[in-house]
Structure formats: C-alpha cells, structure tokens
C-alpha cells in the first residue's frame, strides 16, 4: 500500500475515541497497520471496523494504559501481529479538575497513572521493540496545558508538563544510542472531542461559562481561548502526528509541535 507511513506498524493509545481515533485512522489510511489500543472495548471494536471498511489494517487490543504487564502483551502482540513496531502514539489520557487545595489524593494517582505513567511504561516497552525493527518514532500527547499553567488544573498540567521534559530526555538518551529513534511531543489546544463530556461537576466549576449541563462546550472555551477563534478537530491534530510518525520528521527529536489556534502564542 502507497502511503506518508507505508509499512509502518503503529500502536495508537486511546484509539477509541477523540483524537486517538484520528490518528489510528490518518495513519492506516496512510499505510500503516494500526493496533488500537483503549479500556474502550465497543469504541475500539467500531474504530477498527471503520479501518477495515475503509481499506485499511487494524486490530483492536483491549489496554489499560497503566498496566505494565499489559504493556509488555500489547507491544509483543502488535510485533506477532504485523512483523514489528516503528511508531507509538502515547495519546491516551484524562482531564481531572478542581482547586489544588481541594483536590484528592487519589484523583491526583489516577491522572496520574494515565497521563504520566501510562507514557512512561508504553515508551520503556516500545523501545526494544523499535530498536529490533531498525527505528521508530515515539509520539507523545501533552497539551498546551503542558506548556503554559491554567487556573483549577494542576494536576492536569503536572502531567502533561511533565511528558513534555520525559520526551526531550527520552530523545536525547536514544540519540546518544544512536538506535534510529526519535521522541517528540504534541501540544493540542481545545479539540472537539468527547473527553469535554467526560468531566466531573468540580472540573466543570473551572471552566465556568463553557460549562454547558454535564459537560463543557470546546466551541465557547475556544472562542474565549484561542485566537483562530473556534475548536480544533481531531483531524488537526493527527495531521501532526502523521508527520511526526512519517520519515518526513527524520530530523526531528526532542521537539514540541504545538497545534492550537495560536492558543499559547501570546
Ligand atoms: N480534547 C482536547 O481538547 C485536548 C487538548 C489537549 C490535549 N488533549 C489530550 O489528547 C489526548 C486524547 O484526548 P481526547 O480529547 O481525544 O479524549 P477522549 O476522551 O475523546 O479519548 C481518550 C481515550 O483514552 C481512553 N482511555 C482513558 N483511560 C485509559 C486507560 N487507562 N488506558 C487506555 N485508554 C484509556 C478513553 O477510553 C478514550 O477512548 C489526551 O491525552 C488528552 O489529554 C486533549
């Protein structure tokens, strides 16, 4: 199959949904075989079957992203599968808000466990897996919350500031290693997806007027928010990703691509 990625096999965390089921679905329209990986089972089922229809080659791996032992199944898996690993989309992930002085312990560790951890384990186990398939490149889904602060998400932006400085590390140690493989990181700023639906009443309470019933409207948030004055979509940023996993991008590592209506700017 022609493609930007053409015999790639790629592993897309969070593919169910969002902006993880854009880039499983741009990168295997663009050649790769794609292994969605997501605690979504239905969702990840769909998004592999929409693949399929649309010519493309995918399977679904039921994943919690925070599980090691997961980890080391699912990469082993997606080499059984298609012959070898070159990208990883490190994407899946939560938004918990709320003050810092009233937020729990334990929302902090299961943010945590997602957006930091989860990272952490998905690169340690593709790494080997890229180094025997000649190389590879390692995406990493931070935020524009990872780059700039925001007022009742702290625990959000420790995550996601947090993967921007692993992705730099993690680069410059593989290009010392010289092993052909490149990190960097993704800056979306508000995205039309279905994680605005998915907020608690204490992380509705911070974005006040974009509060909308049992979610937040990403259209009022980022016409307040970024200066292109309307919400990305998923497609937006898995355009980035497709580059990022592309030989196109072979002379980037440790770097932020930042998308995200010229949010952070200013
Ligand atoms: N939407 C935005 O505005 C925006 C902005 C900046 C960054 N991001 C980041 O982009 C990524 C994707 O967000 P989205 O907006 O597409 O969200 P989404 O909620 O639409 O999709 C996230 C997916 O991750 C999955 N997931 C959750 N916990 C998991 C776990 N433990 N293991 C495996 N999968 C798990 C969910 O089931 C879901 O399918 C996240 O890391 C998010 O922080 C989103």
């Known amino acids: 199959m022609m493609g930007r990625v053409a015999g790639k096999v790629a592993i897309v ?5 969002g902006i ?11 050649g790769a075989s794609v292994v969605v990986s997501d605690i979504d089972r239905e969702g990840g089922a769909r998004v592999v079957k929409e693949i399929g229809d649309a010519g493309g080659k995918a399977r679904f791996l039921e994943h919690d992203v925070a599980s090691e032992a997961r980890w080391a199944e699912v990469v082993a898996a997606a080499v059984a599968a298609f012959g070898g690993l070159q990208v990883l989309v490190n994407n899946a992930g939560i938004g918990v808000g709320g003050l810092c002085e009233s937020f729990s312990l334990e929302d902090w560790r299961r943010q945590t466990a997602i957006n930091l951890d ?23 889904m931070s935020s524009g919350a990872g780059l700039t602060g925001a007022p009742g998400m702290s625990g959000y932006c420790a995550t996601k500031g947090a993967v921007r400085l692993f992705a730099k590390a993690v680069a410059l140690e ?7 493989i490149r990190v960097n990181s993704v800056h979306p700023g508000v995205i039309d997806t279905p994680i605005w ?39 937006d940023i898995a355009m980035g990703v497709l580059f990022l996993a592309s030989d196109e991008s072979r002379y980037m590592t440790g770097a932020e691509l930042v998308i995200d209506g010229g949010a952070t700017a200013g």
């Open 118 to 140: 989860g990272v952490f384990l998905g690169t340690k186990h593709a790494i080997p897996a890229m180094r025997a398939s000649g190389g590879g490149s390692i995406v990493i």
């Open 174 to 180: 593989m290009a010392q290693l010289g092993d052909n």
């Open 197 to 235: 639906t998915k907020v608690t009443p204490e992380t509705r309470a911070v974005f006040g007027g974009a509060a909308q019933g049992n979610a937040v409207d990403p259209a009022v948030l980022a016409a307040a928010m970024a200066p292109l004055g309307k919400a990305g979509m998923p497609e």
């Open 20 to 30: 993880g089921e854009a880039c499983a679905k741009v990168l295997a329209r663009e």
């Open 13 to 17: 965390t969070g593919g169910a949904s």
